[in-house]
């Protein structure tokens, strides 16, 4: 080798070959930590090739295997998760031991939640016993990874050093208060009104960039959330979307222990801040089971046009968060990371029944369908002798409801006429409220209450047609909860929970995306045989 010109002239010659020797090998240990870097050359047809190599091994008879099972092998077999590897690259330190490739533990942990299994433990002894769920992760029988792998890519996917959203040690949380009539949603403990909070959340931008689930959201995104638009499975040109809140338990009690000495002075009752297990959880009320909880309120957006009911953005917060409040934090978020969707409808329970609802859709060129909450007044009077019922259809003084007759969307006003009024015959009634032979007609518009007014009508076939797919929120919520068994993970973090909703919404699309009626790897694997 020739001397390097940085190599001092005093030295003599062994010294300097033992610095060229020195030299070489941190060369050479660079160059291999460089090959360090998760690296899959193949992309998604090395996998596919993988797949059918090892199913011919060790299952050469498909019948062996369920259709159920059958079912989740054809998803994941033409599932591409090439863009992961890619992602994840920079995660990666160059030097260390070679990692596993992230798009096969990405693969692996969707699999166990597909199959059932809740726990990261008895999922990794899983892969070590069962050929079947190390093949389709995508590795060798036999040499699978072990449950801190797991741990640490999971630990990857977060974009903040702390596990959770907020501080462990923070003051003693307001306590919702039991309502009184069963079924009926607890009264709101945030101090901000919705009056104060939309316009703060409008003018707010929101980066993905600077989310702790950043990187968990760009996955979903370019791999799921996208390839279903391009399937038309989600129109986000014009987007109709159903909100709707569902209590996330993460525990039985809440957790918390002191970390003053007001005990030891006898003060047993103080105000003091508490060391909480799990910061970003509280206590809420479960209006479906009428019960305390301890957890989250999980407050989901979902495209109620489409057939699956897709989800399209999620987000976790306190229990004690009132779906009014959610659905603000929630909705806002969903249009800064997704500028390129534009909502034209929204479909939401009477929770967000509330005047700056209606007039932030109105700016924003949004058809709120909205049911009416009676709780926060609905027989007004209008035009001084008619009130306006429950469903927003004017009320005559005798009490009758008057009957739609026509709209005038260019005036964006509502004609509605007498009900006892004939054309021939004139008002059957006993004291008529016109003269006219017509029937007494009311024009309501809706700048003098769009709560109260909309178009279409609250009373119209069109209104009640699109507002029964707000329960595709509810539908997309019990998948999550019911069908993939949100709540059975066992997590004390947020970054935990959050890893497995988004794996959760992945596999919601991935359900919904038509496969082929005869499985292209079943015919391959027959061939063989």
Request: with cysteine; glycine share 4%.
């Amino acid at each position: 080798l020739k001397s390097p010109t940085f190599l001092p002239k005093h030295l003599t010659i062994p010294s300097k070959n033992a610095v060229l020797r020195t030299l070489d090998q941190m060369y050479i240990f660079r160059l291999e930590a460089i090959f360090m870097l998760p690296v899959n050359s193949g992309g998604h047809t090395a996998y596919q090739d993988f797949l059918l190599v090892n199913l011919r091994k060790h299952y050469p008879v498909p019948d062996s295997i369920s259709p159920s099972t059958w079912d989740i092998i054809d998803r994941f077999w033409n599932l591409d998760l090439s863009f992961t590897d890619e992602f994840m690259r920079d995660k990666y330190s160059v030097f260390g031991p070679k990692p596993r490739t992230p798009s096969c533990m990405q693969r692996s942990f969707l699999l166990s939640i597909d199959f059932k299994v809740s726990s990261l433990t008895d999922w990794a002894a899983q892969l070590k016993i069962n050929p079947l769920y190390a093949i389709l992760s995508g590795f060798e029988f036999g040499d699978t990874p072990g449950v801190g792998t797991f741990y640490d890519f999971l630990n990857r996917l977060w974009d903040s050093d702390s596990d959770n959203l907020s501080p462990h040690i923070h003051p003693l949380k307001a306590k919702v208060k039991k309502p009184k009539t069963k079924g009926s949603k607890a009264a709101p403990v945030e101090k901000v009104s919705v009056e104060q909070l939309l316009p703060e959340l409008e003018n707010t931008v929101f980066c993905i960039e600077h989310q702790p689930y950043g990187s968990l959201f760009q996955l979903y995104k370019s791999e799921f959330l996208d390839q279903s638009v391009s399937k038309g499975l989600i129109t986000p040109d014009s987007l109709a979307l159903a909100g709707d809140g569902t209590p996330v338990v993460t525990s039985h009690r809440e957790r918390k222990h002191r970390i003053c000495d007001c005990a030891s002075k006898g003060i047993m009752d103080c105000k003091c801040d508490r060391c909480f297990s799990q910061p970003d959880c509280d206590i809420g009320w479960d209006s479906s089971r009428d019960c305390w909880y301890h957890g989250y309120d999980l407050y989901m957006l979902v495209a109620s046009d489409s057939e699956s009911d897709l989800p399209v953005f999620p987000l976790l917060s306190l229990a004690s968060t009132h779906d009014s409040h959610g659905f603000l934090h929630c909705f806002f978020r969903m249009k800064c990371f997704l500028s390129g969707y534009h909502v034209t409808k929204l479909l939401l329970d009477s929770a967000h029944d509330a005047m700056p609802y209606y007039e932030y859709c109105r700016r924003a060129h949004i058809t709120p369908f909205i049911d009416l909450n009676e709780k926060r007044g609905i027989k007004l009077p209008y035009k001084n002798d008619f009130t306006i019922g429950k469903d927003g259809v004017p009320v005559c003084r005798e009490g009758r409801r008057m009957n739609h007759d026509g709209s005038e969307l260019s005036k964006h006003r509502i004609k509605y006429r007498c009900s006892l009024a004939s054309r021939k015959y004139g008002c059957s009634c006993e004291h008529p409220c016109s003269s006219s032979k017509y029937g007494r007609t009311v024009h309501v518009a809706m700048k003098d209450n769009p709560r109260l007014f909309n178009l279409p009508p609250r009373d119209s076939d069109a209104w009640k047609l699109e507002y029964n797919a707000r329960t595709s929120a509810e539908r997309s919520n019990k998948r999550e909860k019911l069908d993939f068994k949100l709540e059975d993970g066992r997590h004390r973090s947020t970054k935990m929970w959050y890893c497995r909703l988004y794996h959760i919404l992945m596999l919601q699309h991935l359900d919904a995306w038509d496969m082929p009626f005869e499985s292209a790897l079943r015919k391959l694997i027959l061939q063989a045989a």
